[in-house]
């Protein structure tokens, strides 16, 4: 199996002084966008749950790197395995909400998110016993043809959201936004995932399909270049990124079909490196540090 450098040698000052935040949003493979021909929500129960197989994973690498995350669950996901929504939780990480039915946000009304998103947020403050403070949209599809959706995560009681995209998406949007985490609605933080220009192009630097699409030395230097600068970088994964052994759907176009399956198989070596390279925390937590050193007073409790 390759082995990926975790870039200390090199440079020892990389991610010394800046915590990042690290997630992941948990839905099962049938959930993903790319796969959508193939599996139409009406058929997700009768494919194979692999998700608490596929945390098992994500939680065993966590640990032994001493590291907390927050987990996006999806909350279809959640009121199916509660258990390991506590076990997540009982770790010491934090718990948010990727909505209900995974459905892209600029397809919905106004009212159509508000019940997808109040229906989550019961569910899991429901199995938790704590309070969801964050949200992020499905394929970060909240566009500037919908930015209403801020409005409706700050009504829900939410305090930050990260689902702005400050990369063009092709058909599925993008929205242009400060780098850093900012307030964008009084008492509503933003925490976009990370990107950064790169010979007249933003380069997403964000997870996903571009950490594993990437080579990781590419990766590891933009998160370094960014933590010079004093700025955190937020990340984020899919469970089902780091399992190799999923189910290959048939009926799926060459191009989605390849950002879903391209190298599965070494996600999770790359991962090992990425912790060991840069200091990670829960997204309220970077937050929470972000905002007492750049504001009289913290705006999140």
Same mark, same amino acid.
């Given at each position: ?32 966008h790319n796969l959508a021909r193939a599996a139409p929500a009406d058929r997700w ?21 001493g590291v907390k995350a927050t987990f996006f669950f999806l909350a279809w996901v =959640? ?5 390991? +929504?506590?076990?997540? @939780? %009982?770790? /010491? ?6 909505? $209900? ?92 995932? =990370? ?5 007249? +192009?933003?380069?997403? @630097? %964000?997870? /996903? ?6 080579? $990781? ?56 490196a990425l912790l060991k390279s840069f200091r990670w925390a829960p997204l309220r ?17």
């Amino acid at each position: 199996m390759r082995k990926y450098s975790n870039g200390r040698r090199k440079d020892k000052t990389i991610g010394s002084a800046i915590t990042n935040g690290l997630s992941f949003d948990v839905e099962e493979f049938f959930h993903a966008h790319n796969l959508a021909r193939a599996a139409p929500a009406d058929r997700w129960d009768s494919f194979p749950s692999r998700v608490q197989l596929q945390l098992e994973l994500i939680l065993g690498a966590l640990d032994e790197a001493g590291v907390k995350a927050t987990f996006f669950f999806l909350a279809w996901v =959640a009121e199916r395995h509660a258990g390991i +929504v506590k076990r997540v @939780l %009982s770790q /010491g990480h934090e718990i948010a909400t990727h909505g $209900y039915g995974h459905q892209f946000v600029y397809r919905q009304s106004r009212a159509q998110f508000g019940e997808d998103l109040k229906k989550s947020v019961a569910i899991l403050e429901d199995i938790t016993g704590r309070r969801v403070l964050g949200y992020r949209a499905p394929s970060f599809s909240i566009t500037n043809d919908c930015l209403w959706a801020l409005d409706v995560i700050k009504e829900a009681g939410l305090r930050y959201d990260s689902s702005l995209f400050p990369v063009h998406l092709g058909n599925r949007g993008g929205v242009a936004s400060r780098f850093v985490p900012h307030e964008i609605r009084s008492g509503l933080c933003e925490m976009p995932v =990370a990107s950064m220009p790169f010979m007249g +192009v933003r380069l997403p @630097l %964000s997870g /996903g399909f571009y950490f594993r699409f990437f080579p $990781y030395s590419l990766t590891r230097w933009g998160i370094g270049r960014i933590n010079r600068r004093g700025e955190p970088v937020v990340l984020y994964f899919h469970p089902w990124e780091f399992d190799s052994s999923q189910p290959v759907l048939k009926g799926i176009p060459a191009f989605p079909k390849y950002r879903h399956y391209v190298n599965l198989k070494t996600n999770l070596v790359k991962l090992n490196a990425l912790l060991k390279s840069f200091r990670w925390a829960p997204l309220r937590e970077v937050l929470l540090d972000w905002e007492k050193g750049n504001s009289p007073e913290s705006k999140i409790a």
